[in-house]
């Protein structure tokens, strides 16, 4: 089993739309989990970071994390076609010298 | 503030021969991370090293592949001999902390794009 898994895709959406990207990670312990945005040929850049339950919201993007049922979530309002990439979740685990594992992505287009 | 630096940014080898790649992190950055991301793959780690101690290196196979981090700032991962199956993206990544548990992510270099034929 892998620690993160994502869904491949890719998950198309109209622009304006809500794309709703979803993670599950397999360590109960895990602590700070990440989202990072991957344009083709570019290396990935962080765009969000969750550490409690609940959501975080940050401008079009909010981050909801659920440790019971060990999901992660980002969900991308007003999509733009702009948004269209590769989202890569990242799980922190505490064991093994602070140990991040990523998930393989699922890539997003959003149509215009 | 200039973020992580990487060179080159592609390299075209033939098997069986060395080859290096460079990163210099993010100023003050005291933890560096040397990450391969093969296609439609999420990167996996290399190494972590804490300033110049490589704290986790249970992932590089060591029979091709070193590093080091001398004086704990820049850093070089060499791979020798390359072997077709090497073909990749080599990220290097720096962040601030240490052992505590992560307060923040890392900030990726721009990558190098390996290819060996």
């Known amino acids: 089993q892998k620690e993160v898994e994502q869904n491949s895709g890719p998950l198309s959406v109209p622009e304006g739309a809500i794309a709703s990207l979803n993670c599950t990670y397999s360590d109960r312990v895990s602590q700070s989990f990440f989202w990072y945005r991957q344009y083709s040929g570019k290396s990935p850049e962080l765009i969000m970071s969750i550490y409690s339950n609940g959501d975080k919201e940050d401008g079009r993007f909010t981050a909801q994390l659920n440790k019971a049922s060990q999901y992660v979530s980002l969900l991308i309002r007003d999509s733009q076609p702009s948004d269209s990439a590769t989202y890569l979740c990242?799980?922190?685990?505490?064991?093994?010298?602070?140990?991040?594992?990523f998930g393989s992505g699922t890539k997003l287009n959003v149509k215009p | 503030e200039a973020g992580v630096v990487q060179s080159p940014r592609y390299k075209i080898i033939e098997k069986k021969q060395p080859v290096a790649f460079w990163c210099n992190p993010i100023s003050g950055h005291n933890t560096l991370y040397w990450y391969l991301q093969n296609l439609g793959q999420g990167p996996e780690l290399l190494i972590r090293y804490e300033n110049e101690e490589a704290v986790d290196d249970s992932q590089l196979p060591k029979d091709r592949f070193s590093a080091e981090r001398l004086k704990g700032v820049d850093s070089t991962l060499k791979i020798q001999p390359a072997e077709l199956g090497d073909s990749a993206v080599y990220l290097c990544?720096?962040?601030?902390?240490?052992?505590?548990?992560?307060?923040?992510?890392?900030?990726f270099g721009s990558g190098t794009r390996l290819t060996v034929v």
């Open positions: 990544a720096s962040s601030l902390f240490g052992r505590r548990p992560s307060c923040g992510g890392y900030t």
């Open positions: 990242a799980v922190n685990t505490p064991f093994g010298f602070n140990k991040f594992y």
